[in-house]
């Protein structure tokens, strides 16, 4: 479940563009925005590496404090990384009550694939749903849903219905029609015939051309001597 006992030290700034925001990055810090709960969007920056230590032990909720003010929940509703070096350059977060419901998204992931009878007869298990639309209270929010799929067998189709849920979770995806993982019968890659000539081991087609330029040279040559 998540743990909202992370206190965030956020910085107050202003609502400036993008040059703002990169200074904002070469100086070691993250800039992002609080919305939601009918007040007005704040803006803020926060220390990257204490930004990173907190979302490492934290779940989706964590408790923030805006220039050393009271502690106030919120909701990691969005994280823009770096594409390639994997860092954080933005994070939005959503004020939440702790006694309201919220819509949010919570990540799938399927445990006991190596020992599914379908994998070890040597099928291809492929995850379709990797995310489940949820409603929880924000203290009930986990940080993952995981679902055994160690009995999938052969050509099996597992859908959401068979997903249980934690206590509080309810799924808000249509349960008979989001299907969350198959394993199909591996594609047999296709082989090229070799035949084998004089010269060795050669395609078809090859032999086929070499055929055929043969018979042309042959004809050459017999017409030559008449």
């Not at 993250?30 to 979302?55: C, K, M, Q």
């Not at 749903?129 to 160690?150: F, K, W, Y």
């Amino acid at each position: 479940m998540a743990d909202s006992s992370s206190t965030l030290s956020l910085t107050a700034r202003p609502p400036e563009g993008s040059r703002s925001a990169r200074r904002l990055r070469r100086s070691g810090s993250v800039p992002g925005v609080i919305y939601g709960g009918g007040d007005e969007p704040t803006h803020f920056s926060v220390d990257a590496r204490t930004l990173r230590n907190t979302l490492a032990h934290s779940g989706a909720i964590l408790e923030v404090s805006l220039d050393g003010g009271t502690g106030a929940p919120v909701l990691v509703k969005d994280v823009h990384r770096h594409p390639v070096r994997g860092d954080v350059v933005h994070i939005d977060f959503l004020r939440v009550r702790m006694d309201e419901a919220i819509e949010t998204t919570v990540t799938l992931e399927l445990v006991g694939a190596d020992d599914a009878p379908g994998v070890k007869e040597g099928g291809v298990l492929t995850q379709d749903t990797r995310e489940l639309n949820v409603e929880a209270l924000p203290g009930d929010i986990p940080d993952v849903i995981q679902h055994d799929v160690s009995g999938m067998d052969m050509n099996a189709t597992l859908t959401l219905s068979s997903v249980t849920p934690p206590r509080g979770v309810t799924l808000l995806d249509d349960l008979e029609e989001t299907v969350i993982a198959t394993i199909t019968p591996p594609t047999a890659e296709p082989v090229e015939e070799d035949i084998e000539t004089e010269t060795g081991l050669v395609s078809e087609g090859e032999a086929e051309g070499d055929t055929t330029e043969e018979a042309q040279q042959s004809a050459g040559d017999s017409g030559d001597d008449s």
